[in-house]
């Protein structure tokens, strides 16, 4: 075996070894020459030459960007996701044809497809969808995700929440806690902004947590400016501290008759 192969081998045992054990500060230091020596292989993309190990060095270098996608959900750096991300994608489709393929694919390819949900890039999640054939599209952890997009969009919280009870993959639970934390911020949102106050009960089962103390926890870590006593939400506080913003009425109606005449002269 190529001799720079062999060692490349050897040093990701190292970094498998250090992310099974949680050492996700050596796993970072792997990485790192991992991906540098990456970079003298010349089957690899985007040039794609026909060498002799062409098909270990691109399954290898494949496995390494797929361990590397996982330890950003690890280590909660969606930076890092998503540069590893487009690093690992040419893997699936440029060299789709050489390499067989990959169990990780669909569970990657369905936790790119949660990041771009969690992060409101909902043009870019469809343009992922629709790059995907149709039996990727039938696979349980793209279909999960396509799901969950259909319940956000319909406002079906509790569809998203309860989502989180049948990840199809353990890596998945990193984001659809984001995605709870947003669909909670959303609906907080307009709550304070349609109600001065709530029962307790109200904004519990509004919020969708379980327990008073759950409620109590997240205003007193987003909401300070809320008040929570005697049974109820008191939501007046925000609306006073809101910068009132009024619509210069007169001034646009003043735009509005002076385009009106200048179009005029133009006719």
Known sequence: MDPKLTELSQLFERFKAA?????FDSCSN???QLKVMLTGFRSLPPLFEATPNAVHELTIARDIYE???????????????????FQLKPFYTDAGDRLPPS?????????????????????EFHTELELLSASALENPCIRHAVELEQSFMEGAYNRVLSARQSVPHETYVY???????????????????????????DARQMLLFSTDRELSEYINEEHPEWEMKNGLVTFQKAKESAPCKEIP???????????????????
């Not at 907080?188 to 902004?193: H, M, Q, R, V």
């Open 19 to 23: 992310m099974t054990r949680g050492d």
């Open 249 to 267: 009425s007169l001034q646009l109606i003043t735009q509005t008759l002076s385009y009106a005449r200048e179009l005029e002269r133009i006719v």
């Open 30 to 32: 792997f990485l790192s």
């Open 103 to 123: 169990p990780q694919e669909f569970p990657i390819l369905g936790l790119n497809l949660l990041r771009l949900l969690v992060q409101n890039r909902i043009a």
């Open 67 to 85: 361990h590397a996608v996982v330890l950003s959900v690890k280590t909660e750096d969606q930076d890092a996701f998503e540069r590893d991300f």
């Open 175 to 201: 984001f659809l806690d984001l995605l709870a934390k947003t669909v909670r911020d959303e609906i907080a949102g307009c709550s304070e902004k349609a109600y001065d106050t709530l029962s307790v009960a």
